[in-house]
Antibody, heavy 121, light 107 residues
């Protein structure tokens, strides 16, 4: 079945870095755009970043641009989020999500269960 | 930037009720509007895309409509599993913007 499984979350100090991974299975990974979405505790959903099916185009929310980098390895069916210069306001549950289209210009039809990132001294 | 404003923020209802949630865009978004349901402790699930197209496998009690920049999600007969939080989302090539959410609670 179609599945996304995130990993790499944890507790990290402000200013440090963390890399999240998302393992995809059950669909042809290299033909779909992918996203990261986050949800702070008790809050709503915030889109973070998108990447095209082939990794050639990437876009970011203003809140993370310049600090976070989205990437993918199509040979391994993996999506990544490199998070640098972390702040307390980055504390959230991070979901990866599959786009309905290859250029990530549609909405999300598959979600992972999320991995929690806590930024605290 | 396009803003998405959902109302109400909380809605109290009973099983069997007809429920309506509204999402208003700050400018024209050409039907690029999706609805998600998020049950407590779970990932969101896609219900409707392109304002009114039901995602495969989603029960027919869910429907979506649009009128200009105002979009509506209707649940024709609320079921126990529908007590959850609902989000609208505008999507385009460069960003995806969620509404702030509507929590449907037991009356």
């Amino acid at each position: 079945q179609v599945q996304l499984v995130e990993s790499g979350g944890g507790v990290v100090q402000p200013g440090r870095s963390l890399r999240l991974s998302c393992a995809a299975s059950g669909f042809t990974f290299n033909t779909y755009g992918m996203h990261w979405v986050r949800q702070a505790p008790g809050q709503g959903l915030e889109w973070v970043a998108l990447i095209w099916y082939d990794g050639t185009n990437k876009y970011y929310a203003d809140s993370v641009r310049g600090r976070f980098t989205i990437s993918r390895d199509n040979s391994k069916n993996l999506l990544y989020l490199q998070m640098n210069s972390l702040r307390a306001e980055d504390t959230a549950l991070y979901f990866c999500a599959k786009d309905r289209a290859y250029e990530a210009d549609d909405t999300f039809d598959v979600w992972g269960q999320g991995t929690m990132v806590t930024v605290s001294a | 930037d396009i803003q998405m404003t959902q109302s109400p923020s909380t809605l109290s209802a009973s099983v069997g009720d007809r429920v309506t949630i509204t999402c208003r865009a700050s400018q024209s978004i050409s039907s690029y509007l999706a609805w998600f349901r998020q049950k407590p402790g779970k990932a969101p699930e896609l219900l409707i895309y392109k304002a009114s197209i039901l995602e495969s496998g989603v029960p027919s009690r869910f429907s979506g409509s649009e009128s200009g920049t105002e979009f509506t999600l209707t649940i024709s007969s609320l079921q126990p599993e529908d007590f959850a939080t609902y989000y609208c989302q505008h999507y385009d090539s460069y960003s995806k913007t969620f509404g702030q959410g509507t929590r449907v609670e037991v009356k």
